[in-house]
Every structure is written in structure tokens, then in C-alpha cells.
């Protein structure tokens, strides 16, 4: 494999809860601009790593670094510089879509023009130009999802977490929302993304899949679904989350 | 006319939203019959008439020849319903919630634990536990069996698999088959178009309209268009390249490969071959393939 920048390194990543251990010694490093599913049962663990990922939690033990600070204690770098965005939308329903976009560009500190010309460019490539000054619950759920997405990354952060992004949305719109992932890593933005969905596994570059706390896998589709002799990684993650 | 559940041409709207506009269906009994489509497309507004929770602004909906608007006791009684929300007492143990749910329709867990035994079964170790401590797979059988427990004769569940990771789902639909071999007429909704083959039948629904009803093998079989898959080495480059391939009418990513259809009445695959070959793809390989549920959705959209 070429080598990349690493954006995340996590070595032995360890997280108990009194005498639960619901990350237990995780080992991955994610590329710059790689698409990395991180994927497993309910319980097993993910929202837990995500949460320390993104410098909301703080592990029991571990190295773990993201963007290159240190989640111990540059937590609030960490923030600056990752972008989120789970199925719960974070957008203001009562809000207009020009004032989600001033509102997240303020939180983020981008200037009165900075904020203006990002809004433009994802307004313009989205197509809502005309729509800039509707509310946001008058817009279609498809819509609000990309808007969302957009805003997670309109602050340029080096990683962006998407949890569960699509669930629920129809599947013509599910395969755009796939499309503007790509597009995104290409630009260098790495993203890291959790789905119930296994033909998106498909679509990740690499995939990990934990099982009760542990990574019981972690390599590219490809690779994963020869291992397990299965044809698809529905076949790959029903064999692996089977044993759990 | 004894269908234990007939709708016709029920329109709901929201104010300006119209959740469900001119839906017609019958179900019939001891039938899994399965309401696929995504979040906004009208389901629970649907659910949510049937099981006499909102009146429908025009038409009419029978459970087992109960009218939904003037005869919603009767539907009460013999209609399980399992909310999308999770809708037990979080504070309650799993034990509490059960019997509480059954002392409501006035039986008792013993009388009809043959109903739930299969489902409770699994979470009965933890009878004590608070419900809500379990997981999420545990909730949604607890939830399941909060529903069974009156003995119902229809039973409507609301995106029972919705963020369930893909091995519960399989669980669940398996109890589901065990529960349909009981006789009991079961309506699922899910936007998991994978999960329609698991039905007898299925209505593709969207934006309050119901596309087509039909078997899972009759949707599929109504596919009228010639559908691809097609790979190369080159899979991020390639949905672009067919996009500006001037013969392309669809191609969408269908997860490692992508589905293709043709604008040409008898599509050739070798010209399509060639072209990618000069886009500078290797390893093509273009296969005609039958499609599943979710390409006959997208056909329909």
C-alpha cells in the first residue's frame, strides 16, 4: 500500500467503564483522504472509540493521536479539527439554511467572508442556491442530509466523522451521499464512517469490524472477503459478528 | 371481504406535507406483508391510522372489518402494535413492562407465554433488569414480546429493524417467520430494501404514494430494462467515466460493483467494453444480472 500521512493513530486504545471493558486495545492508524469504515454489531464498542476520537472522552489507556494532537490532552485542537455528523441531522430546523451555515462558520471562527464564499460553494455545487433563505424543515430529508454533511466539513477539518449518515434515506439519495464522500477524500479529507449498511462497507477503502470491544478484522474489502471465502461483506460481517 | 387489513384510498396530510395521498391495499390473512420505502415516505402516518392513533382526512381502513374511525375499541383489543420509537417504561424492569402490558388487555404473562416464549425467552435471564439498561437488540424483543402478549391477531411493526446491525436484523426477521407459522397477519415497515425478499408480499412506497404491490419475485419479474453489473480496476473513476458514456441511463454503485442500464434498445456490451477500455480501465467485466428489490425501487422512483 502507498504510504500516507496518518490522521489517526491509535495504539492500544482501552476503555473500561468500572469492570466493563467496551474498547479493548484497539490498533488502527487511518490514512489522510482514506475512506475508513468502522463497522459492528450494536454494542460492540464503536460509539465509545468515536467518542474519544473526537476528544469527547478521554480512554482508559492507550496512544492515541487524531490530526496529530494528542487525545489526553489537546482535546479542544482535536475539535478545531475534525468535522461530525451523525443521522440525527445537527441542523437548526427553525433556522434558515444561510444562518446553519453562518451559525456552524461562527462556532468554528471563520471569518464574516470566509463563511460567505464556503456557503456559496457548497450552496452552488448542492444546487440550493435559490433555497438559501428557507427554513430548514421546509426541505426534504435528502436535502437536509447533504446540508449537514457539507456543514461538517465547511470548516476544511482534516477528518470527518459520519455516523450512520444514511440511515433511512431513499437509495438513489444514499448513492449521491456516497458520491460526495468521495469527493471529499479526494480532496484530502479523511473520513471515517460507521453504516449498517453492508454494500457501503463495500465502498470504504479499508474496513475495521469490532466485535464485543476487540477489532476482530481490519483490511481493505477485497482482502476481508477472501479471507472469509464470502462473496460480499454482508457474508464477511455475518460471519465475524456471529461469534460475539 | 374478511381481510384483516383493507385500506381504501386513505389521503393524510400534515398542513401543507401530504403524508400519504389515494393508498389502496388489502392484506391478506396470516400474510407477511412487508411497507418498504425510506424515512418521509409515509409510513408510520400509515401505521399509525391503521392502529386508530390519527384519523385519515379522506378514505377508510378496516382491521379484521373493524372501521378504524368509529370502531377503534374492537381494533385496540386484538391489534399488537410496536411503535419505531422505543415506547416501553425505561423504568420499569423487563418483568414489570410485561406484565404490566398484559394485565392491560387483562391476561397474564403465564396464560399466553406460548405466544412469546420463543422471543422472551432470550431475554428472560435478565427479567429484573430495567428496561431501559438493556440493549438494543434486547429492547426490541422485549418490545416484541410486550406486543404478542394479549395474543393478537394483527400485528404492525414500525421499522422494528431500523439502525439494528445486520446480524440482529437476520434474528429478527427469523423470529418473525417463526410468528407468521403461527397464523398471526404481520405488517412490517423498513426502509432495508434487502429485507422486502424476506416478505410474501411487499408495497414500494414513497413520498405518500405507493408505487407497486406485489410479491418480492413479481416486482422483480416487472423489471422490464436490461440491468449490468460491471467492474474494473478502477472503481473510483468509474461511475464518473459511465456517466458521461452517451448510451448510460443509470449507473448507480451497487456495493463492489456498479449496476448499469442501457438508453439503447438492445444494449451492447462490447461497445460499452471498448469505451471503458479507452477510459483506461483493465479487468472489465460487464455480466447481465437479475435485479434485486432496491434496483426495481430506483427503477421506480
Known amino acids: ?48 472509540a468515536i467518542k474519544i476520537l473526537c476528544g469527547l472522552s478521554r480512554p482508559t489507556s492507550g496512544n492515541i493521536t487524531v490530526a496529530g494532537f494528542d487525545v489526553y490532552t489537546e482535546r479542544e485542537k482535536i475539535k478545531k479539527n475534525i468535522g461530525y455528523m451523525s443521522q440525527k441531522f445537527s441542523l437548526y430546523e427553525d433556522l434558515t439554511v444561510f444562518e446553519n451555515f453562518r451559525f456552524y462558520g461562527g462556532i468554528y471562527g471563520l471569518s464574516k467572508k470566509e463563511i460567505r464564499e464556503r456557503t456559496n460553494y457548497f450552496l452552488d455545487k448542492l444546487g440550493l442556491m435559490e433555497y438559501k433563505d428557507k427554513v430548514i424543515n421546509e426541505l426534504p430529508l435528502g436535502w437536509k442530509q447533504k446540508l449537514a454533511f457539507s456543514l461538517a466539513i465547511l470548516h476544511k477539518p482534516r477528518i470527518v466523522f459520519l455516523d450512520e449518515p444514511t440511515g433511512g434515506v431513499d437509495p438513489i ?19 471515517f464512517v460507521t453504516t449498517h449498511y453492508m454494500d457501503e462497507a463495500e465502498y470504504c477503502g479499508r474496513v475495521s469490524i469490532m466485535v464485543d470491544g476487540r477489532i476482530e478484522a481490519l483490511d481493505t474489502p477485497e482482502t476481508l472477503k477472501n479471507k472469509y471465502e464470502v462473496d460480499s461483506m454482508d457474508g464477511v460481517f455475518l460471519k465475524l459478528a456471529r461469534k460475539g | 371481504m374478511n381481510y384483516p387489513v383493507a385500506i381504501k384510498n386513505v389521503s393524510k396530510s400534515y398542513r401543507k406535507v ?33 392502529v386508530t392513533l390519527l384519523k385519515p382526512d379522506e378514505g377508510e ?43 392491560i388487555f387483562k391476561t397474564t404473562v403465564k396464560e399466553n407465554y406460548h405466544l412469546v416464549k420463543d422471543i422472551y425467552s432470550q431475554i428472560e435471564p435478565f427479567k429484573t433488569r430495567l428496561a431501559g439498561k438493556l ?24 421499522e422494528p429493524t431500523t439502525g439494528v446491525d445486520a446480524v440482529s436484523r437476520k434474528e429478527f426477521w427469523e423470529m418473525l417467520q417463526r410468528l ?27 413520498n405518500g404514494e405507493i408505487m407497486e404491490i406485489d410479491s418480492p419475485e413479481g416486482i422483480i419479474g416487472n423489471y422490464t430494462k436490461n440491468l449490468y453489473k460491471v467492474k474494473t480496476d478502477k472503481m473510483f473513476e ?20 456498479i449496476h448499469f442500464t442501457s438508453k439503447q434498445e438492445n444494449p451492447d456490451s462490447d461497445e460499452l467494453l471498448s469505451y471503458l477500455q479507452g477510459k483506461g480501465h483493465d479487468n472489465v467485466q460487464i455480466n447481465e444480472i437479475k435485479p434485486d428489490v432496491e434496483d426495481c425501487f430506483m427503477a421506480l422512483m
Not at chain 2, 135 to 158: E, N, R, Y
Not at chain 2, 180 to 206: F, H, N, W
Request: aromatic residues 12%; glycine residues 10%; hydrophobic residues 40%.
Open chain 1, 1 to 48: 500500500m502507498e504510504q500516507r500521512e496518518s490522521i489517526i493513530e491509535a495504539i492500544n486504545l482501552t476503555k473500561k467503564f468500572g469492570n466493563f471493558v467496551a474498547n479493548d486495545n484497539l490498533n488502527f492508524m487511518v490514512g489522510k483522504g482514506e475512506i475508513f469504515g468502522f463497522l459492528g454489531a450494536n454494542g460492540a464498542g464503536k460509539t465509545t
Open chain 1, 173 to 191: 439519495t444514499r448513492r449521491q451521499f456516497w458520491d460526495m464522500i468521495y469527493e471529499v477524500a479526494n480532496d484530502g479529507i479523511t473520513v
Open chain 2, 18 to 50: 401530504k403524508a400519504l395521498s389515494n393508498i389502496s391495499f388489502e392484506v391478506n390473512k396470516g400474510e407477511l406483508f412487508g411497507i418498504i420505502g425510506p424515512d418521509g415516505a409515509g409510513k408510520s402516518t400509515l401505521f399509525r391510522i391503521l
Open chain 2, 61 to 103: 381502513a378496516f382491521v379484521e372489518g373493524y372501521n378504524v374511525v368509529n370502531q377503534f375499541k374492537e381494533i385496540r383489543k386484538i391489534v399488537g402494535y410496536m411503535p419505531g420509537r422505543f415506547s416501553l417504561y425505561q423504568d420499569l424492569s423487563v418483568e414489570e413492562n410485561m406484565n404490566f402490558f398484559a394485565s
Open chain 2, 135 to 158: 440493549s438494543g437488540g434486547m429492547k426490541q424483543k422485549l418490545a416484541l414480546s410486550c406486543a404478542l402478549i394479549h395474543s393478537p391477531t394483527v400485528l404492525f411493526l414500525d
Open chain 2, 180 to 206: 407468521k407459522q403461527q397464523g398471526i397477519t404481520i405488517l412490517v415497515s423498513t426502509p432495508y430494501m434487502d429485507e422486502a425478499g424476506l416478505c410474501d408480499r411487499v408495497a414500494l412506497i414513497q
Open chain 2, 238 to 257: 468509474i461511475i464518473n467515466d459511465l456517466r458521461d458514456y452517451q448510451y448510460t441511463d443509470t449507473a448507480y454503485r451497487f456495493g463492489d460493483s
